[in-house]
């Protein structure tokens, strides 16, 4: 199993399917493709149809897309998603609302765990995305989160939707309160996101159209 993705810096999709590969306890190998330089696309298309990280090759058969990675994995690890049927009907709803959704947050607070841009990124319609995903979190803890520390108890592929936001909320200073925030502070300290921040830290290359507030 290989997994090709982009730079750990900034690729919030490639996250995605690294950390749910991580914590449903899959070996796999790294093909890491530096985004938006000379060369990149074509090195891409080698390995992804779409000609976008992440893609998934398991012994040949091709999975794209990040949300689907997650439910091909889920499939051979059933614990990525909740047993009950509501929470994991709830889980693909927010997983889904995640992938599809919070435009203006992903436009003025892209992912860049490198740089400390507290107070910077706020308009109207990003305060409005984090109030959405803080009422998000809020209530999968409240509904489903007996069983553990992260949305629906145990990890799940709604918390690895999610990991980019955390890092987001990281870079910018979000601090939400209550069990949100607790949930952020839990996120951060999971041991899979601290060595990608680790491997994000490490890396050269620079997308200036990403550093947006230098």
Not at 18 to 33: P, T, V
Not at 39 to 57: D, Y
Not at 132 to 151: E, H, K, S
Request: some cysteine; aromatic content about 10%; hydrophobic content about 45%.
């Amino acid at each position: 199993m290989k997994l090709i993705i982009g730079n750990k810096n900034y690729s919030s999709w490639s996250l995605r399917a690294w950390l749910a590969a991580r914590e449903g306890g899959f070996s796999f190998g790294e093909i890491d493709i530096p985004l938006f330089i000379p060369g990149s696309r074509e090195r891409i298309l080698a390995h992804s149809p779409s000609g976008k990280v992440p893609c998934l090759n398991d012994n040949g058969v091709l999975v794209w897309d990040s949300l689907a990675i997650g439910e091909y994995l889920a499939e051979k690890q059933p614990a990525l998603l909740p047993a009950d049927a509501a929470a994991r009907a709830t889980a693909r709803s927010v997983t889904a609302e995640m992938h599809s959704g919070f435009q203006a947050l992903r436009s003025k607070m892209p992912m860049n765990i490198r740089k400390d841009y507290r107070g910077f990124g706020h308009t109207p319609e990003v305060d409005a995305d984090i109030a959405r995903i803080t009422a998000i979190w809020n209530d999968c803890r409240a509904r489903f989160g007996q069983g553990g520390p992260y949305l629906f108890g145990r990890f799940s592929l709604a918390d690895a939707a999610f990991a980019p936001v955390c890092f987001r909320f990281q870079t910018y200073g979000v601090q939400p309160d209550g069990a949100a925030g607790e949930y952020l502070a839990t996120m951060l300290a999971n041991p899979h996101m601290q060595d990608w921040a680790a491997a994000a830290r490490a890396e050269t290359e620079s997308i200036p159209a990403e550093d947006l507030y230098d």
